[in-house]
């Protein structure tokens, strides 16, 4: 099997980081369209971001504004006995 | 909500403390969201987003209103993070698989005596597998890759956040999405 040159896989990137002048695409997707293992390779990119996408969101304890709010440093305060 | 921020760091900057606790609560989850992926453990990811918050309240006469708010305290948070990662001792890898999928809501959402579905044990295990992965990544690729992807911004914010030119964050998102794919080519 012919190998391909680099340059297809930093074409990739470049598409999926939506940098990739359109001439540059059009020659990547019909290359993608006949050759299996760049396909795959694309493929397999793709399906990574998905996963990495995919991670559901963590929530923070409830209290935390107040947390950091009791945690600041207490020079400030004068302000307030000003107002 | 920008105008309300930008009022607050207003009010902030003059002296009223009281306006900074808008500004937590707007930014909290993403910061978060991004300490959570950075280090991995849930308890971890809330102190240092604790600290982020303290550090942008003290630093805040050196914010200027006019550069993006959001940037600034993305900068502080990312730094905090990658300090904290090259701290560490070597056992806080193993220590972190441990705590791979602690702090996911579904997790804390779970009540002890309620049994999972499968398919949701599984979506589970699969997220604490991803975020194994996430965590396997060299830092300054894992840095590039959560902020693009988890916290979905631009080339160009993740370069002013890094302080990187921006094709050494085109670079590094490449190679860390190269890692990624052989890294999870099997799940």
Known sequence: MKKCPDSIVTDIHNYLDGDLEEEKEKLLKSHLQECTGCYQHFHELEKAIALVQSTSHVTLSEDFTNKVMAALPKEKKTISVNR | ?187
């Open chain 2, 1 to 187: 909500m920008e105008d309300l921020i930008k009022r607050r760091i207003k009010q902030l900057k003059k002296g009223d403390q009281d306006a900074f606790a808008d500004i937590v609560d707007f930014y909290k989850d993403k910061i978060y969201q991004l300490c959570y992926r950075m280090v991995g453990n849930a308890h971890e990811a809330e102190d240092i987003s604790q600290e982020a918050f303290i550090r942008a309240y003290v630093n805040i006469h050196s914010y200027d209103l006019k550069r993006k708010f959001s940037t600034w305290l993305y900068r502080i948070a990312t730094n905090l993070c990658i300090d904290r990662i090259r701290k560490k001792k070597p056992d806080y890898y193993l220590d972190a698989e441990v705590a791979g999928t602690e702090g996911l809501n579904m997790y804390s959402q779970v009540a002890a005596d309620v049994v999972l579905p499968e398919d949701e044990i599984e979506t589970l295990e699969l997220q604490g597998e991803i975020q194994q992965q996430i965590l396997k990544l060299p830092d300054k690729y894992r840095s590039v890759i959560v902020l693009k992807y988890i916290d979905e911004l631009s080339l160009k914010e993740i370069s002013e956040i890094l302080e990187l030119p921006i094709n050494t964050v085109k670079t590094r998102i490449h190679r860390g999405r190269e890692a990624l794919r052989k890294q999870l080519r099997h799940v």
